[in-house]
């Protein structure tokens, strides 16, 4: 069974510019989360996904936007990037959104640098 | 509001010796409770998962934590480290919110084992 999949692993690209992250669930997953993760902050949620409907958000600014897809794929967009958006973005599939013990399984991430 | 506290940033032990990683989570109800490997540049792993059914819980490459409720405790032992598990490890509670939920993660504690 596949994991979950994360393109592109690695990305460079410049202040001001936007981008587009991918991520692929798990077979059957219709939960997708995001997280941010960098050495000051730590890792922290932007938003989950269930059934093509964003369920939460985290305390992010706007240029930050997700969406999912008929098929549980989403992607995110951050618009306008900053310096401070460097991070390693880490999605992460589970079954249910609203299980508290439910496992969530995460992807390898997109290491985003800008410069 | 539920959080986590991984107490010790860094910490390095012996192949061989006991490795002790502590977590301490505030929560007003029953916390589900996750600890998380993550290795050089990969994504998160699932070590084990605290839900309510037993107190003690093994999970995997010979890891396991206790729940203590009355120290609001959950810390990941393993009796004796290998060179492997050179890692970062997170601990991690399930929030709910509005029904739906997300992963509030500790700091993350980096352990370094020495031959």
């Known amino acids: 069974k596949a994991g979950v999949t994360q393109t592109p692993r690695y990305l460079i690209k410049t202040r001001g510019q936007q981008v587009t992250l991918s991520c692929s669930p798990i077979?059957?997953?219709?939960?997708v989360s995001w997280y941010q993760q960098t050495p000051g902050q730590g890792l922290q949620f932007l938003f989950e996904?269930?059934?093509?409907?964003?369920?939460n958000k985290g305390n992010f600014p706007g240029r930050f936007s997700g969406r999912q897809f008929s098929n549980s794929r989403s992607e995110m967009n951050v618009s306008t990037l900053e310096l401070g958006d460097s991070a390693l973005y880490l999605c992460?599939?589970?079954?249910?959104?609203?299980?508290?013990?439910?496992?969530?399984?995460f992807g390898q991430g997109t290491r985003l640098t800008v410069v | 509001a539920q959080s986590v506290t991984q107490l010790g940033s860094h910490v390095s032990v012996s192949e061989g010796a006991l490795v002790l990683l502590r977590c301490n989570y505030s929560?007003?109800?029953?916390?589900?409770l996750f600890w998380y490997v993550q290795y050089p540049n990969q994504g998160l792993q699932l070590l084990l998962k605290?839900?309510?059914?037993?107190?003690l819980v093994k999970g995997i490459n010979g890891f396991e934590a206790e729940f203590k409720k009355s120290e609001t405790s959950f810390h990941l032992t393993k009796p004796s480290a290998h060179m492997s598990d050179a890692a970062e490890y997170f601990c991690?509670?399930?929030?709910?919110?509005?029904?739906?939920?997300?992963?509030?993660f500790g700091a993350g504690t980096r352990l370094a084992v020495h031959p």
């Open positions: 992460a599939s589970s079954t249910e959104a609203w299980q508290p013990n439910t496992e969530a399984f």
């Open positions: 077979s059957g997953h219709r939960s």
């Open positions: 996904y269930f059934s093509e409907t964003q369920r």
């Open positions: 929560s007003s109800v029953p916390p589900y």
């Open positions: 605290y839900t309510s059914a037993a107190t």
């Open positions: 991690a509670v399930r929030r709910s919110s509005g029904g739906y939920n997300k992963l509030i």
